[in-house]
């Protein structure tokens, strides 16, 4: 029986946690059912009822999961939501998970992605994560999508429903590194237009690159298609969204109508 504790019940983990009835974990502030992520007590009497650990807190300099509760980890399974970001710009070109890391901006987020390895745990390495209530369909229908014009960027995204199953199909494989990723990369406009085309609205307006925030500057800065055939060889994970068509095709046909925004939109939206 699977008795799994999350670090950080976040929006991906929480989606998990559905599927897993009983599942335990952390939060900030210990709302609901978990416990505070500070609170070693409570921490270790639930790491002490769990048979998997999976952490889905991001690195602040140190990874914060590790540096304090490293030492109640045991060798029980183990499992960390990573990022993509680990292998930097590549101009385009298909990476897998032989491909170095550490190299782009997330370099930090790379450090923490090794040490998990280090541990033996199985890394999960996503894209740009979509699905109920956080999707192109979202921004577009409250005025925060936008396009830049960038035909040549390109980037992975992975439903999270397909990031669920993933992580469930690594409970009975080695550990090691797996991108889950769907099958067509492609650039954020086509995304965008194609999500607005579904609600019957026009395409969203234009912004340069250079009125974005810092942060979205630094996403449009790298560019990969990341290959995801070894979550399929060895995990058996095939996913239920294999493009964003597909995904946001059944978001829209489950989401309930919403008024369109009129705000305007700002430089700072968040593109992923």
């Not at 599927?19 to 952390?26: E, I, K, N, S, V």
Request: glycine share 12%; hydrophobic share 40%.
């Amino acid at each position: 029986m699977i008795r799994l504790f999350v670090f950080g019940l976040g929006y991906t983990s929480t989606s998990l946690a559905v599927r897993l009835p009983g599942t335990a974990g952390t939060t900030r502030d210990g709302r609901g059912r978990s416990v505070q992520f500070d609170d070693r007590r409570a921490v270790a009497a639930a790491l002490a009822r769990a048979s998997h650990v999976l952490s889905s807190v991001p690195p602040d300099g140190d990874d914060p999961v590790l540096a304090r509760y490293g030492d109640l980890l045991g060798d029980r399974w183990l499992g960390y939501l990573s990022s993509t970001g680990v292998y930097g710009d590549m101009a385009g070109a298909w990476v897998d998970e032989s491909a170095p890391t550490g190299t782009g901006r997330r370099s930090v987020r790379a450090a923490a992605d090794a040490a998990w390895l280090a541990r033996g745990a199985r890394v999960f390495r996503l894209p740009g994560i979509y699905g109920p209530g956080r999707s192109p369909l979202d921004r577009v229908r409250d005025g925060r999508a936008h396009r830049t014009g960038i035909a040549a960027q390109v980037f992975s995204r992975v439903h999270v429903d397909d990031i669920v199953s993933g992580v469930i199909a690594g409970f009975d494989a080695p550990a090691g590194a797996y991108n889950l990723a769907d099958d067509v990369p492609c650039g954020q406009d086509e995304v965008v237009v194609h999500a607005a085309a579904l609600l019957g609205l026009p395409p969203p307006p234009l912004v340069a690159v250079e009125n974005l925030s810092a942060m979205a500057r630094g996403f449009y800065a790298e560019n990969r298609r990341v290959a995801n055939g070894k979550a399929r060889r060895v995990l058996g994970w095939v996913p239920a969204y294999p493009d964003y068509r597909a995904g946001l095709r059944a978001l829209s046909a489950t989401s309930s109508p919403m008024p369109v925004s009129t705000a305007p939109v700002t430089a700072s939206a968040d593109q992923r």
